[in-house]
């Protein structure tokens, strides 16, 4: 049976997921972790991709981000992963594959589950223990919101601009957004479409997604849940 396509669309927030191979790390120094975001500023930039948030774990990545074209997604992904693998295998003296297969993504309705989505990813080092506040780790887009430095590599969604009139506002707003969590229900929900690669909304947006692409947009009939990874 033929793998089904990613679904991707110009326009609409993308929620991405890039693993390593076997669960392998794919970071070993902090340079590492900055390579990888140089590489994804430059192709993000090159590819018309916004990059709204992001965070990078021991191994695997998370990007929430919003293509311009139909082809920018794919195209910044196999820059960056193409050029990392290199860039590891050289650092590390190894050879072989990095990444288990090809990322995963799929749209999201950005009025219901962008904020979410975002607070999932800042999030994810709290749930692995790694730290007890989101703005303890350096290696993600919190610290862009909450004020803490500039980080060049993110493109704000209007959606964040709402949040307060004030950069203050907006801030003290994310913050709380991210201290007070997401439910179990959005954090199911976010992995599995990821994972699955079906479209996470409400009826109508799903409705309104299938007439803009020939690819199913969700599963045709019920199917045994996925039990979500730490992700």
Not at 117 to 128: E, G, K, S
Request: hydrophobic content about 40%.
């Amino acid at each position: 049976m033929a793998r089904l396509s990613r679904l991707t669309l110009p326009g609409y927030p993308h929620h991405v997921i890039q693993r390593g191979n076997n669960g392998q790390a794919i970071f070993a120094s902090a340079a590492d972790y900055q390579t990888l975001l140089d590489l994804l500023d430059e192709n993000a930039r090159k590819f018309a991709v916004d990059i709204h948030a992001y965070v990078l774990m021991s191994n695997h990545f998370h990007l929430l981000v919003t293509p311009q074209t139909l082809e920018a997604l794919p195209q910044m992904m196999q820059a960056v992963g193409r050029r990392y693998v290199r860039y590891f295998n050289d650092s590390q003296k190894r050879s072989g594959t990095l990444w288990e297969g090809r990322y995963k993504s799929t749209l999201i309705q950005a009025d219901r589950y962008l904020l979410a989505c975002m607070a999932y990813i800042d999030l994810n080092p709290v749930r692995a223990g790694l730290v007890a506040q989101a703005r303890d780790y350096r290696w993600s887009s919190h610290g862009h919101y909450t004020g803490q430095h500039i980080d060049k590599l993110i493109t704000p969604h209007p959606l964040v601009w709402a949040l307060g009139n004030t950069p203050f506002a907006r801030e003290a707003a994310y913050a709380e957004l991210v201290q007070s969590g997401i439910s179990p229900v959005q954090q199911v929900a976010l992995t599995d479409s990821a994972l699955r690669g079906w479209a996470l909304g409400d009826t109508d947006f799903v409705a309104d997604l299938q007439k803009r692409t020939e690819r199913r947009v969700t599963k045709s009939t019920a199917g045994r849940p996925v039990s979500p990874k730490k992700l």
